[in-house]
């Protein structure tokens, strides 16, 4: 990847939004791009980073995880984001962990760069207040619902931001088609179709949807097989 490429990614990142150029030269040339293959961890949980990351391309896990080993998925980063911020606090063990999902290749920026960067250019800081408050909201939603709502509902209101993100308009409604699995809604009724297994099967359930963002209980769920 070559510097002016680095340069534009990096002038595209809401994290570096308004940063001068002779700010974006000097970051794009201390900036290298790394290779992460499937399941590598950019850092795990009690691990320090002195980087930070920019997703060029694949998919990263911000997760936690028990003592034994049980993780739980808070969110996956995609293409265009930047993660591992906290490293510009201190150098304690970090209480998530962040993991690839699939091959990815990451533009990685060293933590003293950024905070020479910031020394000079201080609105840095600004943007990455905002970029906390945003994921602290989007931390908050995912925990009212772990509270407060029971598993088919968490996994119908999953599927419908899927659906919102990365799904096409079809004939039969709105198509999510990723690794063999189909997901179909239409009518406030999401279909799941899969040819993963030995035998396919279909999963559906009816949604109440009460605006574009909250949802009521999954009313039914249920597993046939397809003929």
Known sequence: MESSARRKFIADSNWFEG??????????????????????YLWSMGETNTEVFGVVSGRMRMYIASTMGQEFALIDREQGAWLGEACLLDDEGRLIGARAMEPSRVLVIPR?????????WPQLYRNLFFHQVLTSRG???????????????????????LLREHGRTVNAGI??????????????????????????FRLYFCLRLRNARCFELARKLQSVKCQ
């Open 139 to 161: 931390l908050y939603v995912l925990y009212s619902a772990v509270l407060f709502y029971p598993l088919k509902a968490r996994v119908a209101g999953r599927l419908l931001d």
């Open 112 to 120: 003293q760069a950024l905070k020479d960067a910031a020394e000079d």
């Open 19 to 40: 940063a001068p150029s002779e700010i974006l030269d000097r970051l794009a040339e201390s900036a290298s791009v790394k290779q992460y293959t499937t399941n590598s």
């Open 175 to 200: 198509l999510l088609c990723k690794s063999g699995i189909q997901v179909v809604a239409c009518n406030q009724v999401v279909y799941i179709e899969s040819k993963c297994f030995a035998h396919s």
